[in-house]
């Protein structure tokens, strides 16, 4: 249905594709598996049209193609839904469906009626029903991919691109979703679907292609693979030597940091846990659990309605940002751009901003003093920076996030919480993360480690709480913890809680 | 090919870089000299003077708005509350020069409340800052008329005239104000903490508030600065004309944009110097007298004005982008 | 396959809430002026709020269009003013040409919109500051022109803002017309879906395969030719073109549209609440005149709806 040949795709300072081979049939599921910033995102773009390759020809269904615009591919039939879906939230979920082609009156007006009745029809034949006339900003993530899922079956739809769909909905709504493709693979749609859930890709797809650093590294039928290859074919290493060695912490001093019965609603419902100097503690859960706001209602960045948080034996209720990281409990966020790096300000600044009054003195900011601190830094976590007063947005996404390393491990020292401290850095960086983190529970900080790459969880922390839906389901410790335990208590518990959980 | 390719948007991202860097000088020295070239005597001392004077209100209003500009915000009330603090100055009906101290005061007193009011409304209920401080233009109007029924009356102390014109060893007594005014607030915005969270909140405020900087507070001081700033400028400038009417300053709140952005202080936050936006207000005066000594009308520069923001502005969106 | 039903369809309001709130105000408004004045509540009032709104409506519906693209358009006072004087100047010279410089008026209006348009694609910088340039150009052009109220027109085209039709005034008549197309083609043609598309998201309708950009043209055109039919619509009122005439217009076109309910930002809304906005906004001015308000304290007034209209509708609108 779709070739690639020689894919080359280059961004100033972003990772790409490089010389990409590719092809999927008629009738197939096929999905790619890599690593955040393997260029996932790229190849889907540019199969939609939205970029350009500087080299390399598509061919689909049969001839060569080459998509000026996104408009293009959708008309020959490629239907893609992203990971945001792309949905307009004020258009009802009907209108969603149809845009772009809505059906018309004789009069060339939109015909309203058919297009309820239609939207209707494709909805049910997909087994799930919604009104097709609320707004799309009313329905759940899981409903809002219906819609994005019934667009693709209106159309001529031939081949059809699922980015990462599971992200954000649950075991029960992923089941569904799985039904719903396999029923448009069965009508000869061609399917390519994106993860990095192992499990989910040996559940669902015929072939697998998996990309590593912009490269296709190889594409084999599901039954020719196992967990372990496809790992090794991921990550190109073994996966066992990337983490440092576990430590248990001594659990008989007093923890670091209490949380008990915290609630910040909607999203966290009763959280409570302890965590220990030395400690490398993980968070896991689905994204949507309540992860990220856990980390936010500690640390004062998102109101809190109930709960006690202890940090050093002392109560420390209702803070802002500003009081933890006095504390000394720092926050390192998951969007790197959006939250946590300031692209306009050089390196220096961004270290030092949790921390300006340390460095001001009658006369103003002292510079010096700023600039010796952030060498210190560059030295001590290795940041490969021209130096202090340069700027960071040029620098890879490893050597960002170990200046936001150095930033909140510079100014605090008693707790770290780091989300997603891995995000879209290659293997080779997150190796340096990963002894960074433990270099910083050996000098004694308790570390909180949100993620939702389970074996990174699995690697690295001694000790993991899981959450679903804005509670803690489970604790899991030293020996027991593996990938399918945490996924249990992500997910499994969801059987009889759903029963009770009313929508 | 995909390599050159790369090599070739960068050495254009380089170019214009370059371009933005070096703007405000060519910019300066371009117009010295079309000047000089069309009025030989435009470089004299006395003339170098005069344009100084006349720069002077404008550069301070210009200060004030390179703040709220910084922190993502604009200020459209910046004109209204000019002419409402000269109004404010006339209703003392005073003739000593004793009373200018206390002008002074009440003048920077009733801007920073207003300066406050737009901050509130930008932060705390989220209107957005050209909605918000066009209300404030229109609202200060009415008071101002409504208080002068449409003619303003009452009398103002001699030494205003001084202020707005007057010389001290043959340098104008606004330019030495705007100097004071200009080694404050560049200290304040380059060398103190206080700048740093301006910068860090103009970047992005939500990391700003992740790094325990309160971008709130640290965005409605800036309306504040802008506000009082304003203000100050405006009695300026009244003592520059020498008469008050309602309109003082009319045209002031997009000529300090202009200046703003001709000067690098870029719309989306968080880039741009106080030096560069003083330049732009320099830039935007030596403008408007080449318009005046080739002998085009005075609403000539009311075009080039909105040529040259939206060219700048393209200028530095672009470089942003690339 | 079993699926379970886990959504029921919910029930939800016929109408939008915020047409809802602006439909209450009119209400109260109109309550207070009978309340408080016996000339206020007289069909020959309301006839004459309808004929006065018109200029208002015009540049309203225009400010609207660009604000569902999620633009703003801060040149339509300046663009009232320029068609103003375009139109009047040009007859005063050819009385002839009057018919066809209705058109041609509509047509320069559309023109400088499209320019908007154009300059905000091509360049990326904010329509606030692209508008707010075009403004100031035009603005200068019309003063090199003339500094006072100057040109004519034949003395039947009052009939546009004087005349009616038995009771009705035409150009109230004629704005009604206006915001039921414009309506009819947001809701009922494909490219008015498209509008609300493109300001909700502009990164989605592309991806959607939407023409973004021939939409944002479309809308800044639109905003230029209804500021045009304003500005024809105070060359028939007043018989001139005049360089100050459109100046409140720029603030003036922004608040009925906020009372609306539309959003900075884009993507929302519904025009017929900006229609009741206009209505709200000429029954205050109407009351406040009645009342022997001061035009001075009537901007105040302006100023503070501004405000209040902002904050009844929790605005979630880009910054600048």
Redo the contacts between chains.
């Keep these: 249905m779709i070739r690639l040949d020689g894919i080359t795709k280059v961004f100033p300072g972003v990772k790409s594709l490089e010389n990409v081979n590719f092809e999927a049939k008629a009738g197939e599921i096929h999905a790619i598996l890599g690593e955040n910033g393997a260029g996932k995102s790229t190849l889907i773009k540019t199969i939609a049209g939205a970029y350009i390759p500087e080299e390399g020809t598509i061919h689909f269904a049969g001839q060569e193609r080459k998509w000026a615009t996104p408009k293009e591919a959708k008309d020959a039939g490629i239907q893609i839904i992203y990971q945001e879906l792309m949905l307009f939230p004020e258009l009802t979920a009907a209108e969603n469906i149809f845009i772009g082609k809505m059906p018309r009156t004789r009069f060339g007006t939109i015909d309203y009626k058919t297009m309820y009745r239609r939207a209707n029809e494709t909805l049910d034949s997909l087994g799930h029903r919604l009104d097709p006339r609320a707004p799309v900003r009313d329905l759940s993530i899981a409903d809002q991919q219906m819609v994005e899922i019934a667009k693709a079956l209106i159309g001529e739809t031939k081949l059809l691109v699922l980015d990462e769909p599971t992200a954000a909905i649950s075991g029960r709504e992923a089941e569904l979703l799985f039904e719903c493709v396999k029923l448009l693979r069965d009508q000869g749609v061609c399917i390519i679907y994106i993860s990095h859930r192992l499990e989910e890709i040996f559940s669902i797809a015929d072939r697998v292609t998996v990309l590593k650093d912009g490269q296709n590294v190889g594409t084999h039928d599901i039954h020719e693979l196992d967990r372990d290859k496809l790992v090794a074919m991921m990550v190109g290493r073994e996966v066992n030597n990337i983490f440092p060695p576990k430590k248990t912490p001594n659990a008989d001093v007093a923890p670091v940091l209490t949380v008990r019965d915290l609630r910040a609603p909607p999203k966290v419902k009763d959280v409570s846990f302890d965590l220990y100097a030395g400690e490398i503690l993980g968070l896991a859960g689905l994204v949507g659990a309540g992860r990220s706001e856990v980390a936010h209602a500690i640390f004062g960045s998102m109101p809190r309605t109930d709960g006690t948080v202890t940090l050093g034996g002392e109560a420390f209720n209702a803070p802002t940002p500003r009081d933890s990281i006095d504390r000394g409990l720092g926050f390192l966020t998951e969007d790197r751009k959006g939250e946590g790096l300031m692209i306009l300000l050089d390196m220096a600044a961004n270290v030092t901003a949790p921390v300006l009054s340390e460095f001001t003195t009658t006369t103003g900011l002292d510079r010096n003093y700023e600039v010796q601190a952030a060498e210190d830094e560059i030295k001590r976590f290795r940041i490969a920076v021209p130096g202090p007063k340069s700027g960071v947005y040029q620098l890879s996404g490893g050597n960002q996030q170990k200046i936001l390393f150095g930033r909140w491990a510079r100014a605090c020292r008693r707790v770290l919480i780091l989300d997603e401290p891995t995000r879209g850095i290659d293997v080779g960086a997150k190796v340096e993360i990963y002894e960074i983190i433990r270099k910083l529970a050996d000098e004694g900080a308790g570390v909180l480690v949100i993620s939702s790459e389970l074996p990174e969880i699995v690697g690295l922390c001694t000790r993991v709480l899981v959450m679903r839906e804005g509670s803690v389901t489970g604790e899991v410790v030293s020996t027991e913890i593996s990938e399918e335990t945490i996924m249990h208590y992500a997910t499994a518990a969801s059987a009889d809680a759903a029963q009770g959980a009313a929508r | 090919?995909?390599?050159v390719?790369?090599k070739a948007?960068?050495k254009t991202?380089q170019q214009m870089a370059l371009l933005r860097q070096f703007s405000v000088p060519i910019a300066l020295v371009a117009l010295v000299a079309t000047a000089t070239a069309v009025q030989p005597s435009f470089l004299s001392p006395n003339n170098i003077q005069d344009i100084l004077t006349q720069t002077a209100p404008l550069a301070l209003v210009v200060l004030g708005q390179a703040f709220v500009i910084l922190v993502?915000?604009?200020d459209l009330s910046v004109a209204s509350l000019m002419a409402s603090v000269a109004v404010l100055a006339t209703a003392f009906n005073a003739t000593s020069n004793v009373m200018i101290p206390l002008i002074f005061a009440s003048a920077i007193l009733v801007s920073a409340v207003v300066g406050l009011i737009n901050g509130l409304?930008v932060i705390k209920?989220?209107?957005?800052?050209?909605?918000?401080t066009?209300?404030?233009?229109?609202?200060l109007?009415?008071?101002?008329?409504?208080y002068t029924?449409?003619a303003p009356s009452g009398s103002l102390p001699e030494g205003f005239r001084f202020l707005g014109a007057g010389r001290i060893a043959g340098i104008p007594v606004n330019v030495i104000a705007f100097t004071i005014c200009f080694a404050g607030l560049a200290?304040l915005l380059h060398?103190?903490?206080f700048?740093?969270?301006i910068?860090?909140t103009?970047?992005?405020p939500?990391?700003a508030?992740?790094?325990?900087?309160?971008s709130d507070r640290v965005t409605i001081t800036c309306y504040v600065i802008c506000s009082v700033m304003a203000g100050i400028a405006g009695l300026f400038l009244m003592g520059f004309v020498g008469t008050v009417d309602n309109w003082v300053g009319r045209g002031y709140e997009?000529d300090a944009?202009v200046a703003c952005?001709i000067g690098g202080i870029a719309?989306?936050g968080?880039?741009g110097t106080l030096w560069g936006a003083a330049a732009g207000a320099l830039i935007l005066v030596l403008i408007f007298n080449i318009v005046i000594i080739m002998g085009l009308?005075v609403?000539?520069?009311?075009?080039?004005?909105?040529?040259?923001?939206?060219f700048a502005?393209?200028l530095f969106?672009?470089a942003i982008?690339a | 396959m079993a699926f379970t039903n886990t959504n029921r369809p919910t029930r939800r309001l016929p109408l939008d809430p915020s047409l809802i709130v602006v439909a209450l105000l009119l209400a109260a408004v109109v309550a207070v002026g009978f309340a408080l004045s016996d000339r206020f509540g007289t069909t020959r009032n309301f006839m004459n709020v309808l004929e006065q709104a018109a200029a208002l409506g015009f540049a309203s519906l225009g400010q609207a269009l660009v604000v569902i693209v999620g633009g703003i358009d801060l040149s339509i006072g300046a663009v009232v003013t320029a068609s103003t004087v375009f139109m009047a100047g040009v007859v005063d010279l050819h009385p002839a040409l009057m018919i066809p410089m209705i058109f041609g008026t509509l047509l320069f209006g559309a023109a400088i919109g499209f320019l908007n348009g154009f300059a905000i694609i091509k360049t990326g910088v904010h329509p606030l500051i692209v508008t707010l340039g075009t403004a100031s150009i035009l603005n200068g052009t019309v003063l090199i022109y003339t500094l006072q109220p100057t040109g004519g027109v034949p003395f039947w085209f009052e009939e546009f803002a004087y005349g009616r039709l038995g009771v009705i005034p035409i150009s109230g008549l004629v704005m009604l017309l206006c915001f039921a197309v414009v309506w009819f083609l947001l809701r009922y043609s494909k490219t008015g879906r498209a509008f609300y598309a493109v300001g909700g998201s502009p990164e989605a309708a592309r991806l959607n395969g939407i023409q973004s950009n021939r939409i944002i043209l479309m809308a800044y055109s639109a905003g230029g030719f209804f500021a045009a039919l304003s500005g024809t619509y105070f060359v028939s009122r007043t018989g001139v073109g005049d360089p100050r005439i459109g100046d409140p217009m720029t603030l003036a076109s922004i608040t009925p549209v906020i009372l609306g309910g539309l959003v900075l930002g884009g993507g929302k809304g519904n025009i017929l609440g900006v229609l009741l906005g206009v209505f709200l906004i000429s029954l205050i001015s109407n009351l406040l005149n009645y009342m022997n308000v001061s035009t001075f304290i009537q901007w105040v007034i302006q100023g503070l709806i501004i405000i209040f209209a902002v904050s009844i509708y929790v605005q979630k609108c880009k910054k600048l």
């Design positions: 090919m995909s390599e390719s790369a948007t960068e991202t993502r915000g604009l409304l209920r989220n209107v957005s800052p050209f909605l918000a066009l209300a404030m233009m229109i609202v109007q009415g008071i101002r008329f409504y029924q449409g200290w060398k103190s903490s700048g740093r969270k910068y860090i103009g970047g992005n939500a990391s508030d992740l790094v325990g900087i309160r997009l944009i952005v719309l989306t968080g880039r009308p609403q000539a520069q009311m075009i080039i004005k909105g040529i040259i923001i939206i502005a393209a969106a672009k982008q």
